[in-house]
């Protein structure tokens, strides 16, 4: 692939839906991200937010997300703009390969059952920013809500499998999903 085509690694554009925008993490995030986290309920919807949250663990995350080195790109689900608060969740693509990316979301849970999850995810693959061929997902199966996140925005059932949870401090069986763009 010629260089002037490949995409910017390091910039992740902002993504406007009806309700909110999808907008890169920054440093003020943290207080949200880690008020939101230390619900163990949203803690233990995800592969890896420990719970208890350690010190100092939210902000080395924003740091992550806002390094140019990253590999996993974040986005914040701001509706600040419509009233609603400054972080809502955030969702994620992480690169596996140039054409490939694993997609990721958790919603604070005084949000959860508003279609912020499934408005998010569905403005994330309809830009497509990493220009994957394939999007990879997966959703614990003591959560269906997110499972039917990712059905609602196209994605197909592949199979069972399991996922470590730093929160639950287990393996934990897995639905994973695909979804092929276009």
């Known amino acids: 692939m010629n260089d002037?085509?490949?995409p910017?690694?390091?910039?992740?554009?902002e993504i406007a839906t009806e309700r909110f925008v999808l907008r890169p993490l920054r440093r003020s995030d943290a207080g949200l991200i880690?008020?939101?986290?230390?619900?163990?309920?949203?803690?233990?919807?995800?592969?890896?937010?420990?719970?208890?949250l350690p010190p100092g663990a939210t902000e080395a995350y924003v740091t992550r997300a806002i390094s140019a080195e990253r590999d996993e790109d974040v986005w914040a689900i701001d509706g600040s703009a419509n009233k609603l608060a400054e972080l809502l969740g955030v969702v994620s693509l992480t690169r596996i390969?140039?054409?490939q990316s694993e997609l990721g979301f958790w919603i604070g849970a005084g949000f959860w059952n508003?279609?912020?999850a499934t408005e998010a995810v569905a403005a994330l693959v309809a830009a497509n920013p990493?220009?994957?061929?394939?999007?990879?997902?997966?959703?614990?199966?003591?959560?269906?809500?997110?499972?039917?996140?990712?059905?609602?925005?196209?994605?197909?059932?592949?199979?069972?499998?399991?996922?470590?949870s730093v929160a639950r401090d287990a393996r934990v069986p897995?639905?994973?999903y695909l979804r092929k763009m276009t």
């Open 4 to 6: 002037q085509f490949a």
């Open 8 to 13: 910017d690694l390091h910039r992740q554009p």
């Open 34 to 52: 880690a008020h939101y986290t230390q619900d163990r309920r949203v803690a233990e919807g995800t592969r890896s937010i420990p719970h208890p």
């Open 97 to 99: 390969e140039p054409d």
């Open 114 to 116: 508003t279609g912020f």
């Open 130 to 164: 990493h220009g994957s061929r394939t999007l990879f997902a997966e959703a614990f199966q003591d959560n269906p809500g997110s499972a039917r996140v990712l059905t609602n925005c196209g994605f197909e059932y592949l199979g069972d499998a399991e996922s470590w």
């Open 174 to 176: 897995t639905w994973t």
